[in-house]
């Protein structure tokens, strides 16, 4: 994402090929109806009306919609650094706490009144947003006002302990949440379906099934989603890192694999992925 903020409200149906992704901005998203398996990081959520999710910028998911079923949602990505001089000035660096202590954060509001006003507030960002010339300073401010009432809201539905989702849940996402907790833990050593159901004392057909059927993905696919995410961190947050180290570091089992696979996944090499980030960086702190 270029810009340092990003708005969809009451978007339906959901992308071809999305694959398990991260991004360096936070995410406020809202579920407002359909049905919806979330997975993030290592943990899954079936979705209900109401229900809201905190992301920062290391928490991979991604959502798991059947066929032809509706998937209504609003989702707001943020740079913090955009945010931070409005925040410091008020005093209200403490709205950032839930995606900075956390990597990802769950909330189940039972579309409560204030959910009702957060999905309000998200609707006049997504339509100030729209109008908006990126020029105009006045109404770049007007944004930075609305997103902190978003925030503020978030941060009042947060702070209620019952909402969060209860600690049961069905075996099948138990075992699914432990194999997507075992791939993060060791991504970047050499992974295959058998050293995992080994490692987890599960059959092998077992693991390829109940990670399928849980997220809609394959246990492949999220070991190099993890390793893709790690790398793109890696890039950014060790600028000088040679890109041998990075895809070492990353559990690729070379760096021309690692390039290979970068370019498909992200459209750029992972020199150019670097460069533009870094770009990206540099100007959000002269703002």
Not at 62 to 83: C, G
């Amino acid at each position: 994402m270029d810009e340092p903020l990003l708005v969809n409200y009451r978007i339906q149906g959901v992308w071809e090929n999305i694959d398990f992704h991260s991004h360096r901005e936070y995410e406020v998203f809202l579920f407002h109806s359909g049905t919806c398996r979330y997975l993030i990081h290592n943990q899954i959520y079936d979705l209900e009306p109401g229900d809201v999710l905190l992301m920062d910028g290391l928490a991979l998911h991604k959502p798991n919609v059947p066929p032809n079923s509706p998937y209504v949602r609003s989702h707001v990505h943020f740079s913090p650094q955009w945010l931070k001089g409005m925040l410091q000035a008020v005093g209200a660096e403490y709205l950032l706490d839930l995606f900075e202590k956390h990597h990802h954060y769950f909330i189940r509001t039972k579309e409560n009144e204030e959910f009702k006003h957060l999905v309000e507030v998200t609707g006049q960002l997504a339509e100030l947003k729209r109008k908006a010339d990126p020029a105009d300073r006045t109404a770049e401010v007007e944004m930075k006002a609305l997103l902190l009432q978003v925030l503020a809201s978030v941060h009042r539905l947060g702070r209620v302990e019952s909402n969060n989702l209860p600690t049961h849940k069905a075996e099948k996402a138990e075992h699914a949440e432990n194999i997507a907790k075992y791939i993060q833990e060791n991504f970047m050593e050499k992974l295959t379906i058998d050293s995992i159901a080994e490692a987890l004392s599960i059959s092998k057909s077992y693991v390829s099934h109940v990670f399928k059927e849980m997220t809609g993905f394959t246990v492949m696919e999220y070991v190099m989603s993890s390793r893709l995410t790690q790398a793109k961190y890696l890039l950014e947050a060790e600028p000088d890192k040679p890109l041998k180290d990075i895809a070492c570091e990353s559990g690729f089992e070379s760096v021309s694999h690692f390039s290979r696979y970068f370019k498909s996944k992200v459209g750029v090499t992972a020199k150019e992925y670097r460069r533009q980030r870094l770009k990206i960086y540099g100007e959000e702190n002269e703002l």
